[in-house]
Nanobody
Framework: QVMLTESGGGLVQAGGSLRLSCAASGRTDRFYAMGWFRQSPGNARDFVAAITWGQGSTVYADSVKGRFTISRDNAKNTGYLHVNSLNPEDTAVYYC??????????????????WGQGTQVTVSS
């Protein structure tokens, strides 16, 4: 079993930055990747970024390329999402997720087995 706990969300002005964290506990040795997704009211849960737990390979949604950076600290069992140059369209609940299947498709929410409770990011104009 794996538990994921996000933190670091909040209210920020447009153009601002935040660092979101995702602390993992339990069988993280089963992780192939950690992903971040976001969901705003009335919308589907969208892929943001993912990182493979071993090699650190990354993939990003086009909408956040160049603004967001995903990273992980294996020693701390923690993943991070640095969100920069925020705009109001980035307002959403951000979720981290753990993938134990290793089939790739890390932009697909259905490939993830474990989810955190989410952290709210609100960007004011």
């Amino acid at each position: 079993q794996v538990m994921l706990t996000e933190s670091g969300g909040g209210l920020v002005q447009a153009g601002g930055s935040l660092r979101l964290s995702c602390a993992a506990s339990g069988r993280t040795d089963r992780f192939y990747a950690m992903g971040w997704f976001r969901q705003s009211p009335g919308n589907a849960r969208d892929f943001v970024a993912a990182i493979t737990w071993g090699q650190g390979s990354t993939v990003y949604a086009d909408s956040v390329k160049g603004r967001f950076t995903i990273s992980r600290d294996n020693a701390k069992n923690t993943g991070y999402l640095h969100v920069n140059s925020l705009n109001p369209e980035d307002t959403a609940v951000y979720y981290c997720a753990g993938n134990t299947r290793g089939r790739g498709y890390y932009n697909d929410a259905d490939e993830y087995d474990y989810w955190g409770q989410g952290t709210q990011v609100t960007v004011s104009s």
